[in-house]
């Protein structure tokens, strides 16, 4: 079946540093690909997305890269800031799987 | 995000009772999903629907029921047959399954005396 890998599940960087987590997907007929941040006892929220037609997106300090041979896409968060500290997922290309997500601290 | 409600926040049940968690959508989105989240743990899915009157079972289904008889609402119901119900449920919608963004609900936190 299919499945959605990843990593890392947890992530501590200092302020200011550069964040990677990557998603690795194995359904190869999708054309979408986001992100979601969760607050703590939030709800989550889409924070950037990408569609197969463009290698890379990018949001200000959010970007996305995306692989479509090798079947996965990054989330990069630069200048890390305080409140980007969260829980962040990746959705498979059907979007009914989710990664079990990766638990982002930034460090003062 | 504002166009999608649950109720209710919080809720208690009994065990052997059956429960039903309600989740609606103002944002005339054809799919809707419905998800577990357990502490620490990702996104579980439970059951999805990509149209009225149809569903899917997700990952997750046993113990659990759902109902699709009008676009904007897909009620859960969490059944006795459900093990271990205390969780965080939340529902999502959007307008294509595959190829747009999920919008979530605030959730219903669902604790089992």
């Known amino acids: 079946g299919e499945n959605v890998e990843q990593h890392p599940s947890t992530l501590s960087v200092q302020e200011g540093d550069s964040a990677v987590i990557k998603c690795t997907y194995s359904d190869s007929a999708s054309n979408y690909f986001p ?16 569609r197969s037609n463009v290698g890379e997106k990018k949001d200000q300090r959010i970007a996305v890269t ?25 959705a498979a290309p059907n979007q009914i799987i989710f990664g079990k997500g990766t638990r982002l601290h930034i460090l003062p | 995000d504002g166009g999608i409600t649950q109720s209710p926040k919080y809720l208690f049940r009994k065990e052997g009772q059956n429960v039903t968690l309600s989740c609606e959508q103002n944002l005339n989105h054809d799919a809707m999903y419905w998800y577990r989240q357990d502490p620490g743990q990702g996104l579980r899915l439970i059951y999805y629907s990509q149209i009225v ?7 997750i289904a046993e113990g659990y029921s759902v109902s699709r008889e009008k676009k904007e609402s897909f009620p859960l119901t969490v059944t006795s047959a459900q093990k271990n119900p205390t969780a965080f449920y939340l529902c999502a919608s959007n307008l294509r399954q595959q190829t747009d963004t999920q919008y979530f609900g605030p959730g219903t936190r669902l604790t089992v005396l």
């Open chain 1, 35 to 50: 992100w979601y941040k969760q607050e703590l006892g939030k709800r989550p929220q889409l924070i950037i997305d990408i």
């Open chain 1, 66 to 90: 995306l692989n479509k041979t090798a079947k996965h896409f990054s989330l990069h968060i630069t200048e890390t800031q305080p409140e980007d500290s969260a829980v962040y997922f990746c």
């Open chain 2, 53 to 59: 009157n149809d569903f899917q079972k997700g990952d």
